[in-house]
C-alpha cells in the first residue's frame, strides 16, 4: 500500500494562504454593565477608526464583562478628548491588544486569528482543501502514482537546456482516463512535451480537419458549433515544472491542474521563476501542485 502522506504534491499557492494572517496593536476597553454594550457600539461608531479592520468582532466575551476594541494604537491620537470623555462613562481598563489585521482566508488561519481576537470567518471551501492536503483523494493519488512510474521508466530525456521536461500526460482525473501523451521532439526546438501533449488532445477532440460553422468540433454541446476550451476540466501531469510557453499554451487550453514532479529552478513558469497561474492580470486561474514523488524521478535520471 502507497504511504499517501509522502505522495501528496505541495500546493504552489500564494503565501496569503499559506502564512498566519499578520498582528497589529489596538486599544480595547472593559464594558463592565453589558447593557450598555449597544450604547458604546454605537459610540465608537461615530469615530470611524475600525473602518480598515472591518473583519473584527467589536466586543468579545471576557468572563464576567465584555471586551470592546476601540481603534488601532496608532489612531488612538485621533479621537476626540468628547469622544473619549463619553466612552469613559460606560468603559474603564483602557489597554493595548493583538487584533487580527485582515479578515484571515482559510481555516487554519481562522483558528489562529480568532485566538486573538474574535474575527468574522467565510469559508473557501476549495483553498482550505488545497491547504489542508485532501484536494486529491488517496484514489487520486494512486492514479498520479501510476503515471509518474510511466514517467520514471520512459527512455526519452529531454535535451533542451531551456525546458527539462520530458513527459506530459493530460488526464481526466475523474474518469481516470489519459487523455494523451506528449514527449518532446528531437526534430523541432519548440514541440516540448506539453505541447505535443496539447496537440494531441487537439487531435483526439476536435480531428484534423478545419473547424468551422458547417463543420463544428465534436466536443460542441450546444448546436452553435461553439465547442469548449481544449482541456476544461482536465489535469496535467508534468516529469519537470513547466516553462512560460507550456505555462501559457497550458493556460489558454483551459486546463484545471497541473500537477508535476520537478521544480525547474533556472526557467519553471509555475512556482520558480514565475507563477502564470497566479498572475491576476489573466482570465483564467488553474491549481498547480509540485514535487510528486520528486525523489524517485530525480533517482530515475542519475541512473540513466
Same mark, same amino acid.
Given at each position: 500500500m502507497l504511504d499517501v502522506t509522502k505522495l501528496y504534491p505541495i500546493p504552489?499557492?500564494?503565501?496569503?494562504? +499559506?502564512?498566519d494572517v499578520p498582528i497589529v496593536r489596538a486599544i480595547s476597553g472593559t464594558i463592565t454593565n453589558r447593557k450598555w454594550a449597544s450604547i458604546v457600539s454605537k459610540i465608537i461608531a461615530k469615530s470611524e477608526t475600525l473602518s480598515m479592520l472591518p473583519h473584527l468582532k467589536l466586543i468579545r466575551n471576557a468572563g464576567n464583562h465584555l471586551e470592546i476594541v476601540i481603534c488601532l494604537e496608532g489612531d488612538y491620537h485621533q479621537l476626540s478628548s468628547e469622544l473619549?470623555?463619553?466612552? $469613559?462613562?460606560y468603559v474603564t481598563n483602557f489597554r493595548t491588544v493583538d487584533v487580527p489585521s485582515r479578515v484571515p482566508l482559510v481555516e487554519? &488561519?481562522?483558528? #489562529?486569528?480568532? !485566538?486573538c481576537w474574535p474575527v468574522t470567518f467565510h469559508r473557501h471551501r476549495?483553498?482550505?482543501s488545497i491547504v489542508r492536503g485532501d484536494y486529491f483523494t488517496s484514489d487520486d493519488v494512486h492514479f498520479f502514482h501510476e503515471i509518474v512510474d510511466s514517467i520514471i521508466s520512459? $527512455?526519452?530525456?529531454?535535451? /533542451? +537546456? *531551456? =525546458? @527539462? =521536461? *520530458?513527459d506530459c500526460f493530460i488526464v481526466d482525473v475523474t474518469t481516470r482516463k489519459?487523455?494523451?501523451?506528449g514527449q518532446p521532439s528531437v526534430r523541432h526546438p519548440l514541440k516540448h512535451c506539453v505541447m505535443v501533449a496539447l496537440d494531441a488532445v487537439s487531435q483526439i477532440e476536435c480531428g484534423s480537419s478545419?473547424? $468551422?460553422?458547417?463543420? @463544428?468540433?465534436? !466536443? $460542441?454541446?450546444?448546436?452553435?458549433? +461553439? #465547442? @469548449? /476550451?481544449? =482541456? &476544461?476540466?482536465y489535469t496535467a501531469l508534468c516529469s519537470h515544472e513547466p516553462c512560460a510557453m507550456c505555462a501559457m499554451a497550458l493556460l489558454h487550453s483551459r486546463i484545471k491542474c497541473v500537477v508535476y514532479c520537478l521544480s525547474w529552478h533556472a526557467g519553471g513558469a509555475l512556482g520558480s521563476r514565475w507563477s502564470a497561474h497566479l498572475t491576476? &492580470? *489573466?482570465?483564467?486561474r488553474f491549481d498547480v501542485f509540485r514535487g510528486l514523488r520528486a525523489s524517485d524521478v530525480t533517482n530515475s535520471l542519475r541512473n540513466q
Open positions: 504552489v499557492i500564494e503565501d496569503i494562504y +499559506v502564512n473619549l470623555d463619553e466612552l $469613559s462613562t487554519h &488561519q481562522y483558528d #489562529a486569528a480568532n !485566538k476549495k483553498m482550505d520512459s $527512455s526519452i530525456r529531454s535535451n /533542451y +537546456v *531551456f =525546458c @527539462p =521536461c *520530458f489519459i487523455i494523451s501523451r478545419n473547424i $468551422s460553422e458547417e463543420n @463544428p468540433s465534436p !466536443k $460542441s454541446s450546444n448546436g452553435l458549433g +461553439v #465547442a @469548449p /476550451y481544449l =482541456c &476544461q476540466g491576476s &492580470q *489573466f482570465n483564467h
